[in-house]
């Protein structure tokens, strides 16, 4: 179990949602909404946390809310996307579609043929 709201920080509520759009990296989400966090968890997991708190939000329905209920809602959602990745690996949660669709114990399906690397790197040879 995570329990990432223990030691919180207080939040501005103040039109929480447009101060949310303007950031771009992953530590300025949890500075705003005072979700403690462990660098290295974050090192390793920030675009899956970033992209699940994504899914979570675009769920909710904020119209017509308070801004502090917004911020409260959206600190659990952060919080919950962060101990998503938190207790387990990034691979077991395959947020982002090109992990969805790749399932490491499927063979290649036939006429998506693999092209090794090493046959992009050879001189092409004249005749």
Do not use: W
Not at 103 to 117: E, F, K, S, Y
């Amino acid at each position: 179990m995570c329990r990432c709201s223990a030691d919180s920080s207080p939040v501005d509520v103040k039109d929480i949602l447009n101060r949310l759009k303007s950031l771009s990296a992953a530590e300025e989400f949890f500075e705003a909404l005072g979700v403690p966090y462990d660098p290295k968890v974050l090192d390793v997991s920030r675009l899956h946390i970033m992209k699940r708190m994504g899914q979570y939000l675009a769920a909710e329905d904020f119209s017509h809310l308070p801004d502090r209920v917004i911020a409260a809602r959206a600190r659990a959602i952060l919080e919950r996307a962060y101990c998503d990745f938190a207790t387990s690996a990034p691979l077991s949660h395959r947020v982002f579609k090109v992990l969805k669709d790749h399932n490491p114990n499927r063979p290649v399906t036939p006429g998506r043929t693999v092209v090794p690397l090493d046959s992009f790197l050879k001189p092409f040879e004249k005749k």
